[in-house]
C-alpha cells in the first residue's frame, strides 16, 4: 500500500492520513523517499538564518504561549536598537545569508518605526547581502507594505492549525484571535510579494490525524514558500496546560512532527522547511533528523544571551545559556551529523518562490 501511495504524483487526503499513521517498515519507506525528494529538488544543503528574539512583548494570549500577555511571571525585554545591529552583524560576518527578527505581536507606530529603523539599519550595513525574514504576527497592510519597502523580504506567519474550530480552542474566541483575520493577512502578504510561510503545531489537545492532514492540504493550496512546523510543547503557566492528559506522550508528537515534515516535503517539494528548536527539545538529535528527511534551514539564535531565557514559548526549550558562537558552531555540528552541506554567502531563497517569480 505505501509503495503504491508514495509513486502518486498527487495525494489525496486519505492518502495523507495513511502516511501520517506510518510505522516501522513503512515509516522508513516514507522517510527514504522524502529525503530522496529533497535531495532531487532542493540538495542535500542547508542554510542558516540568524534568529534573534526582538521582544517577548505581546498584545496576544494566545492558550499555549508561555509569553503571552496574561502570564504575569514573565520579565519582559525588547532588545535595543544596537544589540539587534550586532546580532546582525555576526550573521554577516559568519555568512549567513540571511536573518529572521522574531517578537510577539505588537500593533504601534513605535513598534513599527523600530522594525523600520532596524530594516534601514541592516540595509546601511549589508546591502545587498543580508535577507530579512520577519515574523512579527499579524499587521495591518500598510505596517507589510512598508516593512516590505523597507526591505524585509520574507515574513513568517504561523496558521498553528488549519481547522478553525480546534484554532478557536486553543485562542480566546475575540477579534484580536481571528482565524480569518490571520488568513487573510496570510492573503495580504502574498499579495505583496513577501516569500511566505507559515507553519502549525503537532500534537494539541483535541487535534486529530485528519486536522494534521487538512494542514498538509492547507499549505499547499496557500502556496507557501516557508514552513516551519515542530511539536507542540506544553507551558505549564498557560491555559492550555490543564489539557495535558489528553496529549500524546512526547515521543509519539516528536514522531508525528517528523512524518509531518517528510510528506510536506513531498507534496511541497522545492520550499523551505525549517529544523525547529522543538524538535530539539525533545531529542538532542531533533533538528538533525529533521534536516536527514526533508527540513533545508537551520536557525541558530543569535539573541543576545541575557535576553534569551525570558523568551520562554514553551517547557524546557533549549540552548538558553548558548553564547551566539556556540549555536553557530552547534549548527555546523548538526549539519555534518546529517550529512548535509551548510550553504554560506547564499541568501538561500525558497526555490518555489523564485521560479515562480520568473
Ligand atoms: S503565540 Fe505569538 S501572538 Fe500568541 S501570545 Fe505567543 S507571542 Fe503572542
Redesign the pocket.
Known amino acids: 500500500m505505501i509503495n503504491k501511495i508514495l509513486q502518486k504524483s498527487k495525494f489525496t487526503k486519505d492518502d495523507i492520513v495513511f502516511l501520517l499513521n506510518a510505522k516501522d517498515d513503512d515509516e522508513k519507506k516514507l522517510f527514504l523517499r522524502s529525503a530522496e525528494i529533497k535531495e532531487k529538488h532542493v540538495g542535500n544543503k542547508v542554510w542558516l538564518r540568524g534568529l534573534i528574539e526582538l521582544s ?1 512583548i ?5 492558550y ?6 496574561g502570564n504575569k511571571n514573565v520579565c519582559r525585554y525588547e532588545i535595543q536598537l544596537d544589540e539587534v545591529i550586532e546580532s546582525a552583524k555576526f550573521a554577516l560576518d559568519n555568512g549567513f545569508g540571511s536573518i529572521v527578527i522574531q517578537s ?2 505588537i500593533q504601534s507606530t513605535k513598534f513599527t518605526n523600530k522594525i523600520l529603523d532596524i530594516l534601514q539599519k541592516i540595509q546601511q550595513l549589508s546591502s545587498p547581502k543580508l535577507r530579512v525574514t520577519l515574523s512579527c ?1 499579524e499587521q495591518t497592510e500598510e505596517t507589510y507594505r512598508k516593512w516590505f519597502d523597507a526591505g524585509a523580504e520574507r515574513y513568517l506567519l504561523r496558521i498553528e492549525t488549519s481547522n478553525s474550530d480546534l484554532y478557536h480552542k486553543i485562542h480566546p474566541n475575540d477579534s484580536l484571535h481571528d482565524f480569518d483575520k490571520r488568513i487573510e493577512a496570510l492573503n495580504v502578504l502574498k499579495k505583496i510579494g513577501f516569500q511566505t510561510g507559515t507553519g502549525v503545531m503537532i500534537g494539541l489537545p483535541f487535534q486529530t490525524i485528519d486536522d494534521l492532514a487538512n494542514d498538509i492540504l492547507f499549505m499547499q493550496k496557500m502556496d507557501i514558500h516557508m514552513c516551519g512546523m515542530g511539536p507542540y510543547i506544553e507551558h505549564s503557566e498557560t491555559p492550555l496546560f490543564k489539557y495535558s492528559s489528553l496529549l500524546l506522550s512526547l515521543r509519539e508528537r516528536y514522531e508525528l512532527a517528523l512524518k509531518m515534515i517528510a510528506v510536506l516535503r513531498i507534496v511541497m517539494k522545492d520550499i523551505n522547511i525549517a529544523s525547529t528548536t522543538a524538535f530539539q527539545t525533545i531529542d538532542s538529535e531533533g533538528k538533525k533528523s529533521a534536516l536527514e528527511i526533508g527540513a533545508n534551514v537551520l536557525m541558530p539564535n543569535l539573541t543576545p544571551a541575557k535576553y534569551k531565557e525570558n523568551y520562554n ?1 514553551y517547557n524546557n526549550k533549549p540552548g538558553k545559556e548558548n553564547t551566539i558562537s556556540y549555536e553557530f558552531n552547534l549548527a555546523f555540528e548538526m549539519i555534518r551529523n546529517a550529512e548535509n552541506i551548510v550553504r554560506l554567502n547564499e541568501y538561500g531563497d525558497s526555490i518555489h518562490y523564485s521560479t515562480k517569480k520568473e
Open positions: 517577548n505581546c498584545s496576544k494570549n494566545c499555549y504561549c508561555g509569553i503571552r500577555k510577539g505581536e504576527g514559548l
